[in-house]
């Protein structure tokens, strides 16, 4: 080891590098030489900015955000400890300015200690431009993602506030056209009811910067009605209800379009316009209705809000009929007589409404055939018959049956 060291001279070594440590610290402490640091980006503080509000009613709307790069020339002790944040830069916008532009400003760098000199900066002077502070009132509109569903329609939405009052740079307030609000309505079949912030655009509908704009609200609360529309029928009632198959309506318009609130819409199945008295109406005679709605719903735009309902007379018509269900009727009645019905059938010929008579059968009409036994002979006789058939209907013609008398002597006797 030992001869390691003398070999590599390593004593040597280590006496020169401590010789250099002195020497250098004699040298920084003793004679401490200047020297020049560049510190670059800097941003420089805007001073008299109030003052340039208050008097003018001007605001710095670009170059508030300007930096600079600065030399410093100190003693190397000094710089040794000098950072960017312990120099400071300002500029003083109220000396020179008084309208509306843009100006080169002188800025002052104010080093932190004495013997400390800014031998150079990058650039001489920071641009800013300045605007004259405006008021403005713009109207605020809704823009809906997507269309209502099918079966359903968005109403009119309703605002907490229609407009709004925005502040700032004139020219940039020149650019404002609206308020937007963006509203996502995909699928939406329920009311909406929100806070939505909003954006400022031009009148092309691009989005203004806003940096230096206030407002008075920043979100507007807006609700949108979610209707239901659907198209229901039309309907008449007929009184009395016994002669509603005597005539016949047609209503113009069939059918109307309504919307509302789903929950009453789809209450509604069809619209009743009002009544028609069947025994007063005559064949083609017309009828004026208004469309009266329930709560809750209303027609759409373009729907007619009365019909017409035309009346149309069933004409009466013939139909016959074969009854085999006779009965005779015998109201002076000769014990001795031996009465019989010679006639099997009748062919009957009703009147009436043809769909009236197609909905009667032969056994709801009845035939009685009256006699007296007791005033009539042996042999056959020829006596009238009564017909009675459903109300609504009228027998046409008169209708006869065949009997037959038939007296013996036995039949006398025990009579006798």
């Given amino acids: 080891m030992k001869n390691w060291f003398i070999k590599h001279d390593v004593l040597t070594k280590l006496l020169s590098i401590m010789a250099a440590i002195i020497l250098w610290s004699y040298f920084v402490s003793v004679q401490n030489p200047t020297r020049t640091v ?3 980006d800097i941003s420089v503080q805007l001073t008299g900015v109030d003052e340039l509000y208050n008097s003018y009613n001007l605001k710095v709307v670009e170059g508030s955000d300007a930096t600079v790069n600065v030399k410093v020339s ?6 040794a400890t000098l950072t960017a944040s312990q ?3 300002q500029a003083n916008v109220s000396d020179s300015i008084t309208t509306p532009g843009t100006y080169e400003i002188a800025y002052n760098v104010i080093l932190p200690e004495s013997g400390m000199t800014c031998v150079s900066r990058s650039p001489d002077a920071i641009t800013v431009t300045v605007d004259e502070i405006d008021t403005k009132i713009v109207p605020v509109s809704v823009d809906l993602s997507d269309d209502a569903p099918e079966g359903y329609r968005y109403d009119t939405p309703v605002l907490s506030v229609d407009s ?13 056209s609206k308020a937007v609000i963006s509203i996502n309505t995909d699928g939406a079949t329920e009311t909406i009811n929100n806070n939505y912030s909003y954006k400022l655009v031009d009148e092309n509908g691009d989005a203004v910067d806003t940096t230096n704009i206030s407002r008075d609200v920043a979100s507007v609360t807006v609700t949108i009605p979610v209707l239901q529309v659907k198209t229901v029928p039309l309907e008449i009632t007929i009184s009395p209800e016994d002669a509603a198959d005597s005539i016949s309506t047609s209503i113009s318009p069939k059918n109307v379009e309504i919307v509302g609130q789903p929950s009453a819409v789809s209450a509604v199945k069809s619209i009743n316009l009002g009544a028609i008295n069947a025994n007063n109406a005559e ?3 017309t009828y004026d209705f208004d469309i009266s709605l329930p709560t809750g719903v209303k027609l759409t735009d373009g729907q007619p809000t009365s019909a017409t309902v035309t009346v149309a007379t069933s004409k009466d018509t013939t139909k016959d009929y074969t009854i085999k269900n006779i009965k005779l009727n015998d109201i002076n009645e000769d014990k001795s007589a031996d009465v019989s019905l010679e006639t099997s059938s009748l062919t009957v010929t009703l009147i009436g409404k043809e769909k009236l008579l197609d909905s009667i059968s032969a056994d709801d009409i009845s035939a009685v055939a009256e006699l007296a036994s007791s005033d ?6 020829t006596i009238g018959v009564t017909i009675s058939s459903p109300d609504g209907t009228t027998v046409s013609g008169t209708y006869s049956v065949t009997i037959q008398i038939t007296r013996s002597e036995d039949n006398e006797q025990n009579t006798n």
Avoid: C, N
Wanted: aromatic share 2%; hydrophobic share 30%; no cysteine.
């Fill in 283 to 285: 064949d083609g005679d």
């Fill in 164 to 176: 709004v009052k925005i502040s700032g740079p004139a020219t940039i307030l020149d650019q404002v």
């Fill in 376 to 381: 009539l002979s042996d042999g056959q006789h």
């Fill in 38 to 40: 560049e510190y670059r």
């Fill in 87 to 89: 120099i400071k830069v």
């Fill in 74 to 79: 100190a003693s190397t002790s000094r710089l």
